[in-house]
C-alpha cells in the first residue's frame, strides 16, 4: 500500500508549510465574523460590497423557497429551469449588455463548460500565466493546444498567436486578477483577438458588481464591447449571493448550453438563490454608495499600507482593485505574520505556492464596503508590530 500512502504525502506538504488549514464560521458572512468561537475582523472574503447578508437579499431567498420549495430536483434540459432562473437570465443579459447570459452553479463549473464548449483539438488556446485555476482546468479539459503568456505580457501573447496556424484561436484571461488584484490589458487583448480572428474570453469573477457604470464589470469600464468577446461572472462575490453566469452573442451561448457536459449533466442551482440574485442584482445596480465607499476604503489601505511595506521588505501589489496582497516571500514568514495577527484577531488570509508563485507568499487582504476606516486601521497597526 506504500503507492497509496497519502499520510507521508501530507507531512511533506506540512513540512514545507503548505498545509491549509479550515476555519469554521458561525455568523453571517461579515467583517466581524465569529470563527471557532473567536470573534476576528476579516479580510478573508470576496464579499466586496457587504451584500451576503443584507436582508432584502435573505427575504427574496426566503420568499423563493415559500415559493419553490429548495432543490431544482434537476438539470436545467429537465424538469430544473425555473421562472426563477429565466427571469435572473433576462436580468442579467440585460445588465451586461450581451445578447443572451447562460446560469452555472458555480464560476469553477461556467469555465469548465464554456472552454470545453468553444474549444477543440484545432483549437489554440492562448492564458495568461496568473488565470484562475478553472480557466487552465477548462483549457486542458477542452483538449486545445494549451500555451501560457508571461502574466499581462501582449508581446508574449502577440508571438503565440503570430506563431501558430490553428483553425481557431482564443484568448482566455482574468479581468482582474483574483491573488494580485490588477487589471489585464484588455483593450490590446481585445485588438489582437481582431487581428487573429480569436474569440476572447474574459474572467470577471472580481469586477463584476465591483468596477464600471452601475458594476457593469471591468469591460464596462474600460468601454469595450465586441461579438467576439465572452464574459464569465461569479455572483458569489460582489452579487452576495451564490452562481456564476456567461454572456456572450446569442449562437455561442446556445453552443455552450446544447453541447457542455458541465451544462448538460448537472443539477440546476435552487431557484431560491435564483430569486435571492435578483434581489442582490437590483441592489448592486443602486449601489454606487457602497463602491464609491469600497473604493475609499481601498485608498485608505493603500496609502497606510504602502510605508509599512516599504519599512519591512514586503511589496504591496500596484493594483486598486479589493484585491491587496502584501508579497511577504517565503512561505515560514508569510504564515508566521499571518499567525501573528490572528493572535491579535485578525485574520488576513496567507497565500502560498502553487497557488501563487514560488517566493510570493502572501498576505491577501481583501477590502470590501462593509469595512470602516476603524477596521483598516486595526488591520494597519497591527501589520506594523507584528514579528515577521
Ligand atoms: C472565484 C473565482 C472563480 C470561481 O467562481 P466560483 O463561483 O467560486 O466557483 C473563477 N474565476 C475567478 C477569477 C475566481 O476568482
Not at 141 to 156: P, T
Not at 223 to 239: F, H
Request: aromatic share 6%; proline share 4%; hydrophobic share 45%.
Amino acid at each position: 500500500m506504500t503507492v497509496w500512502d497519502f499520510g507521508s504525502r501530507l507531512d511533506a506538504l506540512a513540512a514545507d508549510h503548505r498545509l491549509r488549514v479550515r476555519r469554521t464560521v458561525s455568523s453571517p458572512q461579515r467583517p466581524h465574523l465569529t470563527v471557532d468561537g473567536r470573534e476576528l475582523l476579516s479580510f478573508a472574503s470576496n464579499d466586496y460590497l457587504g451584500l451576503a447578508a443584507h436582508p432584502e437579499i435573505v427575504q427574496a431567498a426566503q420568499a423563493g423557497a415559500e415559493r419553490f420549495g429548495v432543490g431544482s430536483g434537476a438539470a436545467h434540459f429537465l424538469s430544473g429551469h425555473s421562472t426563477a432562473h429565466a427571469q435572473l437570465e433576462a436580468a442579467l443579459c440585460e445588465y451586461s449588455q450581451c445578447e443572451s447570459a447562460l446560469l452555472f452553479s458555480t464560476g469553477y463549473l461556467a469555465n469548465l463548460a464554456l472552454l470545453t464548449a468553444l474549444a477543440d483539438r484545432e483549437t489554440l488556446i492562448c492564458a495568461d500565466k496568473l488565470n484562475h485555476a478553472c480557466l487552465n482546468d477548462g483549457a486542458r479539459l477542452s483538449r486545445a493546444e494549451f500555451r501560457r503568456y508571461a502574466h499581462g505580457d501582449i508581446a508574449h501573447l502577440r508571438s503565440l498567436l503570430d506563431a501558430s496556424d490553428a483553425k481557431r484561436k482564443l484568448i482566455a484571461t482574468d479581468a482582474v486578477f483574483s491573488m494580485d488584484g490588477d487589471v489585464a490589458p484588455l483593450a490590446e487583448m481585445l485588438a489582437l483577438a481582431e487581428r487573429h480572428d480569436a474569440l476572447l474570453v474574459v474572467d470577471d469573477a472580481h469586477g463584476f458588481g465591483v468596477l464600471g457604470p452601475e458594476g457593469r464589470g471591468t469591460l464596462a469600464e474600460l468601454g469595450l464591447r465586441s461579438p467576439r468577446i465572452v464574459v464569465m461572472a461569479t455572483l458569489g462575490k460582489a452579487v452576495g449571493t451564490a452562481g456564476a453566469f456567461v454572456a456572450a452573442r446569442r449562437d455561442i451561448a446556445d453552443w455552450i448550453m446544447q453541447t457542455a457536459p458541465c451544462y448538460l449533466f448537472t443539477t440546476a442551482a435552487p431557484p431560491m438563490i435564483a430569486q435571492a440574485t435578483l434581489k442582490a442584482l437590483d441592489l448592486v445596480r443602486e449601489g454606487d454608495a457602497l463602491r464609491r465607499a469600497l473604493r475609499e476604503n481601498i485608498a485608505h489601505f493603500r496609502q497606510g499600507a504602502a510605508p509599512v511595506a516599504t519599512a519591512r521588505g514586503w511589496w504591496l501589489g500596484h493594483g486598486v482593485t479589493a484585491i491587496q496582497p502584501l508579497v511577504i516571500g517565503d512561505n515560514a514568514t508569510a504564515l508566521r505574520v499571518s499567525d501573528a495577527l490572528l493572535r491579535r484577531g485578525i485574520w488576513a488570509p496567507v497565500i502560498r505556492p502553487p497557488t501563487v508563485p514560488a517566493g510570493t507568499a502572501r498576505l491577501r487582504v481583501s477590502l470590501s464596503a462593509a469595512h470602516t476606516f476603524d477596521d483598516i486601521d486595526r488591520l494597519l497597526a497591527a501589520l506594523r508590530e507584528v514579528p515577521a
